[in-house]
């Protein structure tokens, strides 16, 4: 059985960093990748990072860029999500799921972790 579990989720001041982890079971972690999303009630999820290990190719949506790093442990079958620099608007509800390429569509997904950024 495929899963992903999210964890790391919490309340932080703006400013302040959070790790989040994303530790996968039920298939070969290695021919896959991993992508990290975020959704706040009402609105769409969004992407936000997505890595592979393949190529070593990483991404990031531009929001993002230069605060969050997305990394992963082959060892572990985990993905992580630094976040540094938060700001009150990353505050959502934070998914990985996986998928054959990042440009692909993803079909399995964690159940998230509520992250919280106050002002």
């Known amino acids: 059985e495929v899963q992903l579990v999210e964890s790391g989720g919490g309340l932080v001041q703006a400013g302040g960093s959070l790790r989040l982890s994303c530790v996968a079971s039920g298939f070969t972690f290695d021919d896959y990748v991993i992508g990290w999303f975020r959704q706040v009630p009402g609105k769409e999820r969004e992407g936000v990072s997505c890595g592979s290990r393949r190529d070593g190719h990483l991404f990031y949506e531009t929001f993002v860029r230069g605060r969050f790093t997305i990394s992963s442990d082959s060892a572990k079958n985990t993905a992580y999500l630094e976040m540094n620099s938060l700001e009150p608007e990353d505050s959502s509800v934070y998914y990985c799921?996986?998928?054959?390429?990042?440009?692909?569509?993803?079909?399995?997904w964690g159940q998230g972790t509520q992250v919280t950024v106050s002002s």
């Open positions: 799921g996986r998928s054959t390429h990042c440009s692909g569509s993803f079909d399995y």
